[in-house]
C-alpha cells in the first residue's frame, strides 16, 4: 500500500469467536527494526502503562462483581462477559 491509502474490507476474527470487518489506512512507514529503548521508550512505555492500567482495571472489577448491585437489561442477558454478575445475582 502507498502512503494514504485504505485497503479493502477483510474480516477478523477474535479470540473470543467474534467476526469483526476492517478497514485499514497506511499513514506512515518504518523500517523494521527490533525494539530498543534508545529508538521506542515512548512507545514501550505507553505500552507498559496500558498494560497496567487494564491489569489494575480487571483486578478491581473481579474484587466488586460480587458485591456491587447493577440491573441488566433483558436484551443484554445474550451478551458475553456478563455471566459473573448474572452468577452473583442468584438467590
Known amino acids: 500500500m502507498k502512503l494514504g491509502e485504505f485497503s479493502k474490507p477483510f474480516s477478523y476474527t477474535d479470540p473470543r469467536g467474534e467476526t469483526f470487518y476492517r478497514i485499514v489506512q497506511l499513514q506512515s512507514r518504518s523500517q523494521p527494526h527490533v525494539a530498543s529503548l534508545e529508538k521506542d521508550y515512548a512507545k514501550i512505555q505507553t505500552a507498559a502503562i496500558e498494560q497496567k492500567k487494564s ?7 473481579e474484587e466488586k462483581v460480587l ?3 447493577i440491573r441488566i437489561d433483558q436484551s ?7 455471566h459473573k454478575w448474572l452468577e452473583g445475582a442468584k438467590p
Open 67 to 69: 458485591s456491587t448491585f
Open 55 to 61: 491489569s489494575q482495571t480487571a483486578e478491581w472489577v
Open 76 to 82: 443484554f442477558l445474550g451478551c458475553t462477559g456478563i
